[in-house]
């Protein structure tokens, strides 16, 4: 009797779905084992039914093979993160070259280079950029003039200011001395005229004589 071919999708009726399951299982779990004793290879099988319920097989011991399993993939995927962060980066990196070439040529272009096989669409947008930025730099000089206008008019003030404190000062100087000056000629004035006022007694008459004893 030929087997039917058996269509790969969910087993709707479930008692058949048990069924198949318990056989496939069986089927599963000695291949497994004939695998392991006919070429000496290290088998480890798991499997959970729908309910949840756990069928195992190992060669040797599961827990070491599981182990095994945790420290081989765990390099596998270092190795397929690396491989793949690689790529990224290669990728990353043509991608930057790329846009590398585009500036460099725009920038010779816009330096008056390489002009031959640009069409009219592209000498207008080149122009176009061009007004912009002398539009740019135009704005931005004007602004560093009026900064630079408004730091001399700061420090003018500044100095200005230094300059006043500087006359009061020199004034206030200048009025001491003359006040010490003043000061000075009356005192001078004063002693000359104490020293000018002699005390004299007049006698008219005959000299006196003495008397020789």
Known sequence: ??????????????SNRQVTFSKRRNGLLKKA????????????LIIFSQRGRLYEFSSS??????QKYL?????R???????????HLQHEAALMSRKIELLENSRRKLLGYNLGTCSMEELQDIDKQLQRSLKNIRSRKAQLFKEEIGKL??????????????REKIGLKQ????????????????????CSEVVTEL????????RIS
């Not at 011991?61 to 599981?66: E, K, L």
């Not at 420290?71 to 390099?75: D, I, Q, S």
């Not at 006698?203 to 003495?210: H, K, L, S």
């Open 1 to 14: 009797m030929v087997r039917g071919k058996v269509e790969m999708k969910r087993i709707e009726n479930a």
């Open 33 to 44: 084992y004939e695998l392991s004793v006919l070429c000496d290879a290290e088998v480890a």
């Open 61 to 66: 011991n599961m827990q070491r093979s599981i």
């Open 71 to 75: 420290e081989l993939t765990k390099g």
């Open 77 to 87: 995927h270092a190795s397929m993160e690396t491989e793949q962060h690689m790529q």
């Open 153 to 166: 008019q700061t420090k003018e003030n500044s100095l200005f200011e230094e300059n006043e404190r500087l």
């Open 175 to 194: 009025r001491h001395a003359q006040e010490n000056v003043g000061q000075q000629e009356i005192g001078c004035y004063s002693r000359s005229t104490q």
């Open 203 to 210: 006698f008219i008459g005959p000299p006196t004589r003495r």
